[in-house]
């Protein structure tokens, strides 16, 4: 069974000039013409069309699909692994990138205009994380909290930015002296420094009962992106996120003992 330049064109989706250039590269030549002198694909040649059109789908330049063709030295496995580990870096990089686009949005979203050095002066290391973000909106959609927090965040002023991220600096250089000077997690020093936290939220964002401040502060452990808003990863150590959230869960069972008291 043979197939014209045309037929193979359709059903393999490629153009006929694509065809022609595999030919002129000696890739695929059509191994049969017509009595008319037209080409001629076989089963063989569309064996390997489909293999090119493997190698190119995966990024493979012509040049090096040839040299695996022709060359019996070349381990086409290799290459496909060599491929792949690209591939995962490709990808790593475009998520990176995605990752910056995702925090300019949520700038962009606070309502808040600034230029490249007031946004670093007033957020410092301190990113917005959208893909975080989003997920919390999803995931406290039906609370009034989530979107008062949300509503509050839209109207600050650049001013009041600059007031709530000075004011978080200053705790965060508080929580970083207590834990590198041993202080136990459920003592005094670190449970004021987590109600100042839940008292931060309250002032800034939305009201912030025990309970609410227990599972923000689970997220600490279990997503990097909802404690790297409390501190930067260049400030971080480890177990600090699970200091902060110990400290958290004993200041809210000490805040529910008084109130049980009253």
């Known amino acids: ?128 994380d959208l893909s975080y973000a989003t997920e919390a909106e999803l995931k406290w959609a039906q609370s009034d909290g989530q979107r008062e927090a949300m509503a509050r965040a839209d109207a600050h002023t650049k001013e009041d930015w600059r007031l709530l991220m000075g004011e ?18 459920c003592g005094e020093r670190a449970m004021d420094l987590a109600e100042e936290h839940r008292l931060h939220i309250a002032r800034w964002f939305t009201s912030c009962p025990p309970d609410m401040h227990r599972r923000i502060a689970d997220d600490f452990v279990t997503d990097p992106r909802a404690f790297a808003l409390v501190v930067p990863p260049s400030q971080q150590r480890p177990g600090l996120a699970a200091y902060t959230r110990k400290a958290v869960h004993a200041n809210a069972a000490r805040r529910t003992d008084c109130e049980e008291q009253r």
Do not use: C
Request: without cysteine; charged residues 25%; glycine residues 6%.
């Open 1 to 128: 069974m043979s197939y014209s330049v045309g037929q193979v064109s359709a059903f393999a989706g490629v153009t006929v000039r694509t065809l022609h250039h595999y030919d002129k590269a000696g890739l695929l030549s059509p191994s049969d013409r017509s009595q008319a002198g037209y080409r001629l694909y076989g089963e063989a040649d569309l064996v390997r069309l489909q293999q090119i059109l493997f190698y190119r789908e995966l990024g493979f330049p012509l040049d090096e699909i040839a040299a695996i063709f022709k060359d019996p030295r070349i381990n086409p496995l290799e290459r496909l692994q060599a491929r792949q580990r690209q591939l995962h870096e490709e990808i790593a990089r475009l998520q990176r990138l995605a990752e910056v686009a995702e925090r300019a949005i949520e700038v962009q979203k606070t309502g808040v205009p600034l230029t490249a050095e007031e946004r670093f002066e007033v957020f410092g290391e301190i990113a917005f």
């Open 168 to 185: 978080a600096a200053a705790w965060r250089a508080e929580l970083l002296s207590a834990f590198d000077e041993g202080e136990p997690s």
